[in-house]
């Protein structure tokens, strides 16, 4: 089998060279009025080198379709770039830090721990494909915050809608709809109803996006992504503020249909270390939602029902920052991390405890 395949990649890479040589034969093209013989061999090659870029940008996909490989750590599919969790020794640490944060400030806390795609997206990988087993992980993170804490089950929201565009192929973000799913399973943990996803109309950007994991394995006809807007349909105003250090932007709407600094963060200002969204109604309060820019993915999704949500990544703040955070204002707080993060030293206990327990 594996004399097959290196013949089939021998073949496929030699192809387009064969193609260039081939067309010029075989082409009936014929000289036009006024060319000269240099101008109509350079038009000849222009037409074969083009056939040929055509045909470079199949192989790739054509190749990892039938045998899935990897390049510096990443599984290389025919639809996703997949790279396995690479387990740090803070996991527990970061879980116990969120069971303090609810005990220390009586909040009534929720942790949501997001898979990985590769987690998700299993059914791209070979058969034999060994990886880090990201549900035990979660459910180890859950024991260790325990008490007052309640965890939501994103694997299981995610994983029973795999087939869904819930991840980015090419950026080790979850898409806006994979968001909408995690605030799904926050909700149902809060014992509340989520709003169902036809509540909200979806707007396709234009332009195609291309990410970390592409330019890492640097390999040419990898499949681009899109970014997609959920819009809540209902009469609802806006009010956000992004605070990064002294400087402060103001924007009167979640999203925009024009430029973003960073394509696959689609909230207006991007991902920014502190976001606070006010709105003219909300039936569930206020909502701190502590996270890493994954977690921003829902955040259009919980504005709806809160009417006050104040995000905050505390690895980008300063003490002084997370001490400007009025917690009596809070009724409930949220931590959302992705299964990587949550394995990392991110600084969290000392950012919250220190933060917050100086008050």
Known sequence: MEKYLSALLVLMFLLPAVIVGFYGMVSDEKIEAGETPYQYVERITKKAVSLSDDIKEIAPKLLYTMYPSQRDGIFITKNYLLEDVKPGDFAI?????VKKFCEETEIPTYFAIVPTSIAIKQEELPQRAVIFNQKKLIEECYKA????????????????????????????????????????????????????????????????????????????????????????????????LHMNGSEVKKYYDLTSRGYYEDGFVTINGGPGPRIEISSNEGSLGNLLLIGDKNAISALPFFAVDFKNVTYI????????????????NYD?????????????????QKAILAGFGAK
């Open 93 to 97: 640490e970061n879980s116990r830090t």
């Open 145 to 240: 915050s325990g008490g007052l804490v309640k965890g939501a089950d994103v694997y299981s929201e995610l994983f029973a809608v795999r087939d869904q565009y819930l991840y980015y192929r090419t950026e080790p973000l979850n898409t806006s709809l994979g968001g909408y799913y995690i605030y799904h399973s926050v909700m149902k943990c809060m014992r509340e109803n989520p709003l169902p996803i036809s509540d909200f109309s979806v707007f396709h950007r234009q332009g195609k996006l291309l990410g970390s994991f592409a330019e890492r394995v640097n390999l040419r006809g990898i499949q681009s992504d899109i970014a997609s807007i959920y819009e809540y349909q209902g009469d609802k105003k806006y009010s956000m």
């Open 313 to 328: 990544d505390p690895a980008r703040l300063s003490l002084e920052e997370i001490l400007s955070i009025e917690l009596q």
């Open 332 to 348: 409930k707080a949220v931590f959302c991390y992705n299964s990587q993060k949550i394995t990392e030293d991110m600084g969290l």
